[in-house]
């Protein structure tokens, strides 16, 4: 009985109408039959693309055009006469011209260690050598540079324009895993660690094994290394100090961390090393220091809201935010005629001016508009 129903539905079905499709800017109808009527009534929508297949495609992109410049770097290291042993970690390219930066100090980890080796391996797998040029204990950074190694930098943007709050994907070698991928955002700045200052807080993952990676914006443009978790940061400590039980994080607890990572933001590493990039000393700079504040609005009628907007803590003698006549304490209301609510914008908005541009701020109940010249 069940297989002669069975072949009623399916004569049933070869005797309907097909469904027919009707298709639009964005929705596409589709006639669904009853199974019990074979009434051609019931309707599904199915939209042709939505935010989550939009975002699909924007990640797939970043990780493709992210992935050649992140690489592995094997440092090989003797231990005396026929002991060896090899240090992995993750570099980012830097330009086309071989400079790699890897987040480790191999004196200051391998005290006893002779370093005989360095390579670098690139995604597909090529192996090139390379040589430690500098390094910069302030932020535990290496520079080196694999002159066969050509052509795989990415672009950049400065890390302490990212706002809190702003989307970040970050690539790494974590556990052997090659080019593992994870999206986060930037959950703080300014962060202090010893040292290093001017560090991003993010919510991707950095595990102990990572040694490294890149951080970068939804554009794909690297914006900064990848340095170290709250976590591994008490790991760290333990080790150098095992016998003190106070480490200040509640060790305990960090240990346990998840979703509280750091990254160098990537000018400063530019800037740890300005023998290697002297164009980079060049960043355009408007000159000033600002803090976020809340300013309510009370309208008449209204109940009261407010806005995020910038104000400036101090103006550097001579820069050009002074000679365009800014002050402690205006609020920069715009920029390029970009509005400037939180530190990303103003950073855009410096980004994208001409050398030549109008600056608006509010000083006191005063609107001014300011012409701003920027260097060449």
Do not use: C
């Not at 071989?98 to 391996?121: A, F, K, M, W, Y």
């Amino acid at each position: 009985m069940i297989g002669t129903l069975a072949l009623s539905i399916f004569l049933f079905a070869q005797e309907s109408k097909p469904p027919e499709f009707q298709q639009d800017a964005e929705v596409l109808v589709v006639d669904v039959a009853s199974p019990l009527t074979g009434e051609w009534q019931a309707q599904v929508q199915i939209e042709s693309k939505g935010v989550l297949e939009q975002l699909d495609e924007e990640l797939i992109e970043l990780y493709s055009a992210l992935r050649p410049s992140l690489v592995e770097v094997h440092f090989l290291l003797s231990q005396g006469t026929d002991a060896e042993r090899l240090l992995v970690a993750s570099g980012v390219v830097l330009n086309n011209y071989g400079l790699v930066v890897v987040p480790i100090i191999v004196d200051g980890h391998h005290r006893n260690g002779i370093l005989s080796e360095i390579r670098v391996t690139r995604v597909d797998s090529a192996v090139f050598p390379a040589e430690l040029l500098g390094q910069n204990e302030a932020y535990g950074i290496s520079l080196l540079r694999a002159p066969e190694l050509r052509g795989l930098a990415p672009k950049f943007w400065n890390g302490t324009w990212m706002q809190e709050g702003a989307s970040v994907v970050s690539l790494g070698n974590g556990f052997g895993f090659q080019s593992s991928m994870h999206f986060g955002m930037v959950s703080g700045r300014g962060r202090i660690i010893k040292d290093a200052v001017g560090l991003l807080q993010i919510t991707n993952p950095v595990n102990l094994a990572d040694s490294g990676g890149l951080l970068a914006n939804r554009r794909g443009e690297v914006v900064g290394v990848l340095m170290t978790s709250l976590a591994g940061l008490v790991h760290q400590r333990e080790v150098q100090n095992p016998e003190r039980k106070e480490l200040g994080f509640g060790a305990t607890e960090a240990k346990r961390a998840e979703g509280v990572s750091f990254a160098i933001p990537i000018e400063f590493v530019f800037q740890s090393f300005p023998e290697h990039f002297p164009s980079k000393e060049s960043i355009r700079l408007m000159g000033v220091m600002v803090s976020s504040e809340i300013r309510v609005v009370e309208e008449e009628g209204e109940e009261p809201s407010y806005v995020w907007q910038l104000r400036l803590i101090s103006v550097d003698p001579g820069s050009p935010a002074d000679r365009a006549g800014m002050k402690p304490n205006d609020v920069v209301l715009s920029l390029n005629d970009q509005a400037t609510r939180n530190l990303q914008d103003l950073g855009q908005a410096i980004h994208d001016s001409p050398l030549s541009t109008m600056a608006v701020v509010l000083r006191g109940d005063q609107r001014l508009v300011l012409p701003l010249e920027f260097a060449n």
